[in-house]
């Protein structure tokens, strides 16, 4: 948040983009200004604009400038850090008309490394037509699904401002760490033990830096360092389905549990290893799990459990849950202590997980090697020919596959492409989401491939 108290936006990419049209037409007469200063930086200008009766801090950005020899990296760096250094979200703006440049590539690098918020614009999309030939590329930023604009028709425009409002702090719970800690939510039914593995956790490293409690019903989040890690722990109340939640503040307790997912890096699901998996249980994995936030199963009570094997039970597990096989699976008991830290140390492996980014190259060596479209075509029609695959999200983990016809898709080929991902990349504890788009007709004969 913004020394303001409200979201700053930065608009940022290379010269002749059309940064300062994108600017004027989202402060233009469309939407109410209600204050304007110059910043003492070059080429800044910042407006108070409000978008769909939200206030934010629109800052125009010069440009950055390509140079000739090393220079080109002191000069993005510069600028970078400038952009990052006062804003909340990062509004990367692109140019249709010229594709993705070198520059665009090392630009989106940078930014994705500050753990900021970004949104992908592209500028000069002026019709439907351009919109399906010219931005298929920009997926290959890994910045999610990019907004195709034009600043000089206003086209796009809405779909951006919702883009825009999506990504929007809330200011009651804005963080003011310089660093960003990993945020690991515990989450689960009532009485499985998440406040006393949350304690065990905390008993074992004695370093809180800051802890903010509410009622008893409350989200607690605390602050501590582990290994030179530091960690935002997030302890929840307990979730259960709204039959079973007899008083209003009880469901404000699970929509403030659902909201700490939301907010998490790793969800660390606790269930009652005497209880098994309870319908419960699935409906909050299930939720996790379409959060796209990391994931893993920790199977808590183990100490109560006899002449069970973790093998066999994890197997139940999955018999249960058949996605929890991309899932780490850890048993401890909270009130021994056994286990628990053990179980707490994959949340930082799941988040280096969630942090990779596979480049367009290694994706290619990829397909060439594992040939999706050599699976059987479906019974009534003709086998999806692929042309790429790309990664085009990071948190959530997201892959976009250009095919010839998205009819021709099945799920099989979607469960193939994500089983193979998983099985050539590090991915556990982690959601994949396959998404296909057409690729463009006129380019069809010539990027091809099996």
Same mark, same amino acid.
Request: charged content about 30%.
């Given at each position: ?11 940022? /990419? ?24 110059? /910043? %003492? ?17 629109? @800052? ?40 993705? *440049? ?89 009485? @499985? ?42 302890? %929840? ?30 969800? *660390? ?62 048993? @401890? ?76 898709? %099945? ?40």
């Amino acid at each position: 948040m913004g020394n303001r108290g409200v979201p700053v936006v930065s608009i940022v /990419g290379r010269p002749n983009v059309g940064k300062s049209s994108l600017f004027n037409r989202i402060a233009g007469k469309r939407h109410a200004v209600v204050g304007e200063r110059e /910043g %003492t930086t070059r080429d800044r200008i910042e407006k108070r604009v409000e978008i769909k009766g939200k206030s934010l801090v629109l @800052v125009d950005t010069g440009g950055f400038m390509l140079s000739g020899g090393s220079e080109i990296y002191a000069l993005v760096k510069k600028q970078v850090e400038k952009a990052v250094g006062f804003s909340d979200i990062l509004l990367l703006l692109c140019d249709g008309a010229s594709g993705l *440049l070198p520059l665009d590539t090392d630009l989106a690098r940078k930014l994705r490394k500050s753990g900021k918020k970004i949104v992908l614009a592209v500028n000069k999309i002026d019709n439907k037509k351009m919109e399906e030939e010219n931005l298929f590329d920009f997926y290959r930023l890994g910045l999610g699904e990019p907004f195709g604009v034009s600043c000089l028709h206003g086209r796009g425009m809405k779909k951006l401002f919702n883009g825009i409002l999506d990504f929007l702090p809330d200011s009651r719970g804005a963080e003011t760490e310089k660093s960003s800690p990993i945020k690991v939510a515990i989450v689960g039914r009532p009485n @499985v033990g998440k406040s006393s593995f949350l304690n065990e956790v905390l008993k074992e490293e004695r370093a809180i830096v800051h802890e903010k409690p509410g009622t008893t019903r409350d989200c607690i989040d605390t602050y501590f360092t582990k290994d030179g890690i530091s960690f935002l722990l997030i302890d %929840t109340a307990g979730m259960r389905h709204k039959r079973k939640v007899p008083r209003a503040v009880d469901i404000y307790s699970m929509m403030r549990a659902r909201d700490s997912i939301g907010r998490s890096d790793v969800a *660390l699901l606790l269930v009652d290893g005497m209880d098994g998996i309870t319908a419960d249980d699935i409906k909050i994995f299930n939720h996790i799990r379409e959060s796209g936030r990391g994931l893993a199963i920790i199977v808590n009570k183990w100490d109560l459990v006899k002449g069970a094997e973790t093998s066999r039970y994890e197997s139940a597990v999955i018999k249960r849950i058949p996605e929890a096989r991309n899932f780490p699976v850890a048993f @401890v008991s909270a009130k021994t202590g056994r286990g628990v830290l053990k179980a707490f140390n994959l949340a930082p492996a799941i988040k280096s997980n969630g942090d990779l980014f596979i480049d367009d190259r290694t994706l290619k060596e990829f397909t060439d090697e594992v040939k999706p479209g050599k699976i059987a075509a479906p019974r009534r029609g003709t086998a999806p020919r692929f042309y790429r695959i790309t990664q085009s999200g990071i948190f959530p983990k997201e892959f976009s596959v250009f095919v010839n016809d998205t009819r021709s898709i %099945t799920p099989v080929h979607s469960a193939f492409i994500e089983n193979r991902l998983r099985e050539r990349f590090p991915l556990l504890g982690v959601p994949v989401r396959i998404r296909f788009k057409r690729f463009p007709r006129k380019k069809d004969r010539k990027r091809g491939i099996n």
